[in-house]
C-alpha cells in the first residue's frame, strides 16, 4: 500500500460518540459520554490504530518494510500491529516476553495468522528491551526495521491520541472531565496534548504502583514540551495489579454490558468504568458534571481471557 492510501486509509476513520443514560446517572445528575474508539477496527483497535497512524505513515515514508515490537502474550497491541501488518503490507516481527507456550493462545494465533514472525524471549532479557546494544542486536538477526517500542508509545503515538480530541470538538460536545485508562501513558499523554490545558484529565492505572505520573510527565516534556496540571493518574482501580481480576469486576462489567450494550475488557477499560462509577458513588464528581471516557479498545483480550478462566466474561 502507498503512503497516500495509507494515510486515507487513517484519516477517514471517526469513532462514533454515544451517551449512557441510566437512573443512577441521572439522580446523581452526571452526564457520561463513551468515544467509541472499540469500533475504528475490528482488529487495530481502539487506541493502538491512534498510536500507530502516524508510526505506519512514517515507516512508509522513510521506506521501511519491517516493523518489530514487543509485547506480552495477551497484548492488544501485538495483535494490532500483526493487523495493521497484513493490512498495510508490513512484514511484521513480535519479541514476545516469555516461553512460547503450546498451543498459542488466541492473540498470539491471531498474529501469527496475521503472518507476524514471533520470537519469544525470557523476562531478563525482556528488559533489555530499550537498549540500544539490544536493538543492534535484532538488527543483525532481523535486518532493518521500523522499530515500535512497547505498547506503541512514542511522540508520534502521543500525536495520533491528541486528534481524540479534535474529533470530539467538531461534534460540539463540552465535556468537564476526560477519562482514558493507562498502562504506558501514551494515550493519556496525548489527550492532555490535545486539551492543551482545557479541562480535567483522569487517568486510570490499569498497573499497580504510581510509576505512570513521572512518565506521563517525561512524555508531555519530551513530546510537546510544555507541562500541564489539568490531569490526574489514579491509582486505586487496577485490582491487585496489571491482569489482575476479581469477581466483583467481572460482575460489573457484566452489568454494564447488559445495561449498554457496549463490551469492556477486563484488562483496562472495565477497571476504568469500575473506577468512573464508584467515583460517582463517592460524589468526586460535582453535580451536573460532564463525563468524556475514552473506550480505547483491547476487546481481543476477552476471548484470550474466557479462554483461561471459563467464559466469565458475557458476549
Ligand atoms: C494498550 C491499552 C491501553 C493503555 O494505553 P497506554 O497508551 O499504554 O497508556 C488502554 N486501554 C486499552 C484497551 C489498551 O489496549
Known sequence: MNIGDLTYAFSSQKSPIQKITSNFLTQKEIQLFIKRDDLIHAEISGNKWRKLKYNLIEAKKTNQSTLLTFGGAFSNHISAVAAAGAEFGFRTIGIIRGEQVLPLNPTLSFAKK??????????????NKNKPDYQNRLKNQFGDFFLLPEGGTNCLALEGCSEIIQEVKNKHIDTDYYCVSCGTGGTISGIISGLNGEKKVLGFSALKGDFLTTEVFKLLNECVGKEFSNWEILTEYHFGGYAKWTPELINFINQLYEET??????????????????????????KGSSLMVIHTGGLQGIQGFNNRFGNLIKT
Request: hydrophobic share 40%; proline share 5%; net charge neutral.
Open 114 to 127: 496475521c503472518g507476524m514472525d514471533l520470537h519469544f524471549i525470557n523476562r531478563t532479557l525482556y528488559r
Open 261 to 286: 450494550t457496549i463490551p469492556f475488557d477486563p484488562i483496562y477499560t472495565g477497571k476504568m468504568l469500575f473506577g468512573i462509577y464508584d467515583l460517582i458513588r463517592k460524589d468526586f464528581f460535582e
